[in-house]
Nanobody, 126 residues
Framework: QVQLVESGGGLVQAGGSLRLSCAASGRTFSTYAMGWFRQAPGKEREFVAA????????YYADSVKGRFTISRDNAKNTVYLQMNSLKPEDTAVYYC???????????????????WGQGTQVTVSS
């Protein structure tokens, strides 16, 4: 069992920055990969970024590459998503997710992830 709690969402103007955090508890955090997803109103949930167990590998959706950075601090059982140069189309509920079946490889389909947080709202105004 893994429990995930996101924080850090809010309202920001276009071009601004936000850092999301996701605190994990339960199974040893440093043994599994983590991901971030988002769901905009009226759209399906989509992959944003993923990171390997030690932070040595990461992967991004094309839509956020160069603007978002995923990182993790295994000592704090926390994964982060630094979001820069935000655009109105980044507006969504952001979810962190745990992939207990992978440590070094990274998955993008949401069905590959085993546990999910409750989500945090990010709104980018134009």
């Amino acid at each position: 069992q893994v429990q995930l709690v996101e924080s850090g969402g809010g309202l920001v103007q276009a071009g601004g920055s936000l850092r999301l955090s996701c605190a994990a508890s339960g199974r040893t955090f440093s043994t599994y990969a983590m991901g971030w997803f988002r769901q905009a109103p009226g759209k399906e949930r989509e992959f944003v970024a993923a990171i390997s167990w030690n932070g040595g590998g990461s992967y991004y959706a094309d839509s956020v590459k160069g603007r978002f950075t995923i990182s993790r601090d295994n000592a704090k059982n926390t994964v982060y998503l630094q979001m820069n140069s935000l655009k109105p189309e980044d507006t969504a509920v952001y979810y962190c997710a745990a992939d207990l079946h992978r440590s070094s490889s990274l998955a993008t389909p949401e069905h590959e992830y085993d546990y999910w947080g409750q989500g945090t709202q990010v709104t980018v105004s134009s």
